[in-house]
């Protein structure tokens, strides 16, 4: 009863206490402590995760030694937010020991959890913590503080076909003119231009100087590797109004190597090369030096990316075309898988654009191809179907001559084939529905429209044809038909690979294609592939026959001011279209893809 009694008499007067102290203060002031060691505990946790660094240091028993610590913690760690609880409580009379659980929540969706313990000590009835930098982390020692550290992921590489590297990481330099801060504008941009011409010749002194008047400030004048910065830096530091600055990016190990097909590259797959950087907390001691690893994550890098591109090849068919001053380009596909192998053209076409998968040109008489897989799907001839070869026809109104108006009189369609008499192939085509040669080449895979991920596509148009001479003009190439250098190849690859394979560029890049793709029958495949070898054995590509078991069409296009000079083919897993654009006669194209054939390395 007496220690009832004591117990009313305390709390009687704790209360009377409490009430002159809620009209001076508040009544926040006067919560008591909570009871034992792990409310106390506890109540710290939730502070200190609350972020409420002073409540939490109250919670200590040294408050200014805690208060910088927990401050620090949060700051150095760049903490979003903090869980923690108690885990578990071992009492002995004043003393205790209480484990705890932290989570940190720290930037990019890192999360950090641990585990430690809090020493408790009771004085005058009261619990606290003893304080120790152990009570942020366990292995955190005493004038130590914990940092966040980031890790890059390597950037992910670009190699090509063989496996070797064609974009690696690296450093590119921005060339910068800001005219206000220049003393003499025309001056600096003539310097600039004097400086840069090796780099890129398109760029001259008036070029800069009025494209730097059409913005504010810094008028990016171009970008150069690291190479080519070091070979100028000085020169570039003299000239007034020019800056420079440098950024990661993915660079080309050779930039002879189709460099405006990997630029369309690097774009589609830029935002996909830095993987996930890893991540670490270190203790540093009170010289700045890490001490210790408390956590650390690999950062996770992102595979390197595969194109289809074969170095041998592309390196093969650069230089064939490169020859030529008038526009030539030459596109190269493997038939069993799709894979684009090579795009080459030489700087005249580069001039407008990528023309070898984009150009639409006439295709003369390599359409021929399309033609007379045409009369084999529909019946209409086979390879050894006697036809008429004058040196002239006449079909409508319209008079068709073959070249030099050579005749060979009624012969087998591959002998016609091999000879490229247009007048065949024109008779035969006048005698077709509109849209015969419409569905052929789409057999083919000309005229669809590509999504190949990393390369502008347009195979070409085969507009069905209900009007006579236009359908005539069309079964030798000339008419309305035209075709890419890429829909060529196309064509040749189907011959080589019995079904029109699908395009692709990039590994794992799904090509998609909109319109039909009619299979092509085994019936044109055989016609097709002994009239193409007839072509080169005892043909218009005779020039080619040395380069082994080559299957091929040659074409010779008459357009306004001279003629394109044409050549597709295949030979073993290679199936290829070459153009020279107004090259004259098609054994100027033949002499290209030799070219390409001879430098590739044995077993190509």
Not at 334 to 358: F, H, W, Y
Not at 463 to 492: C, H, I, N, W, Y
């Amino acid at each position: 009863m007496n220690t009832r009694h004591f117990s009313r008499s305390r709390s009687a007067q704790l209360l009377a206490s409490c009430t002159v102290i809620f009209l001076a203060v508040g009544i926040s002031s006067c919560t008591p402590k909570p009871a034992g060691p792990e409310p106390v505990a506890q109540q710290f946790l939730s502070a200190f995760g609350d972020r409420d660094i002073d409540e939490a240091a109250k919670m200590t028993d040294r408050p200014d030694s805690a208060g910088p610590v927990l401050s620090d913690t949060w700051d150095a760690l760049q903490a979003e937010s903090m869980t923690a609880e108690t885990t578990s409580v071992k009492m002995n009379g004043d003393t205790a020991t209480v484990g705890y659980t932290y989570e940190w929540h720290l930037p990019k969706d890192r999360v950090w959890t641990y585990d430690g313990e809090l020493q408790m000590g009771r004085k005058d009835g009261d619990w606290s913590v003893r304080w120790s930098s152990t009570d942020v982390h366990p292995r955190l020692g005493d004038k130590q503080t914990m940092s966040l550290r980031a890790t890059a992921a390597p950037r992910a590489r670009v190699n090509e076909h063989s496996g070797t590297d064609v974009l690696v990481p690296g450093i590119v330099y921005r060339v910068k003119f800001d005219r206000s801060k220049s003393n003499d504008i025309i001056g600096s941009a003539n310097s600039l231009a004097s400086v840069l011409g090796r780099f890129d010749a398109s760029l001259t002194g008036q070029s800069i100087a009025e494209s730097s008047t059409a913005v504010k400030g810094d008028y990016l004048v171009t970008r150069l590797r690291s190479d080519d910065y070091d070979q100028v830096s000085a020169q570039l530091g003299a000239i007034s109004g020019v800056s420079v600055s440098d950024e990661s990016d993915l660079v080309s190990t050779d930039p002879e190597f189709a460099p405006d097909l990997l630029g369309q590259i690097k774009k589609t797959i830029i935002d996909e090369v830095d993987g996930k950087a890893g991540w670490s907390v270190v203790t540093v001691n009170q010289n700045g030096v890490d001490t210790d690893v408390l956590t650390e994550t690999a950062p996770q890098p992102v595979p390197s990316f595969s194109i289809s591109l074969d170095r041998n090849i592309q390196i093969a068919a650069q230089r064939a075309v490169n020859v030529n001053k008038d526009q030539a380009m030459m596109v190269v596909i493997e038939p069993s898988s799709g894979a684009i192998l090579a795009v080459a053209q030489n700087k005249a076409a580069d001039r407008d654009g990528p023309v070898a998968t984009m150009g639409q040109y006439p295709p003369g008489s390599t359409f021929k191809i399309i033609t007379a897989g045409a009369a084999i799907s529909t019946g209409q001839a086979t390879p050894d179907t006697m036809v008429p070869c004058p040196g002239r026809i006449e079909i409508g109104e319209r008079s068709v001559p073959n070249y030099n108006e050579f005749a060979l009189g009624t012969v087998p369609m591959a002998t016609a084939f091999a000879r490229s008499c247009n007048t065949s192939f024109a008779k035969l085509a006048s005698e077709m529905q509109a849209d015969t040669l419409t569905t052929a080449a789409a057999q083919f895979g000309i005229g669809q429209d590509y999504n190949v991920v990393g390369l502008p596509i347009d195979s070409g148009s085969v507009p069905p044809a209900s009007d006579l001479v236009q359908r005539t003009e069309d079964g030798f190439g000339q008419g309305k038909v035209v075709v890419s250098p890429f829909g060529m190849a196309m064509a040749a690859a189907t011959v080589a690979n019995g079904s029109t394979p699908v395009p692709q560029l990039i590994s794992g890049r799904e090509t998609t294609i909109d319109g039909e793709r009619p299979a092509i029958t085994p019936a044109m495949v055989d016609g097709l592939r002994g009239m193409m070898r007839l072509v080169v054995t005892s043909g218009t590509a005779e020039r080619v026959e040395d380069q082994g078991e080559v299957y091929g069409k040659t074409g010779e296009a008459e357009v306004d001011g001279g003629s394109h000079a044409w050549f597709v083919g295949y030979r073993g897993n290679l199936a290829f279209a070459t153009l020279v654009v107004r090259g004259g006669s098609s054994d100027n194209a033949v002499a290209v893809t030799r070219d390409m054939l001879t430098a590739l390395p044995e077993g190509y």
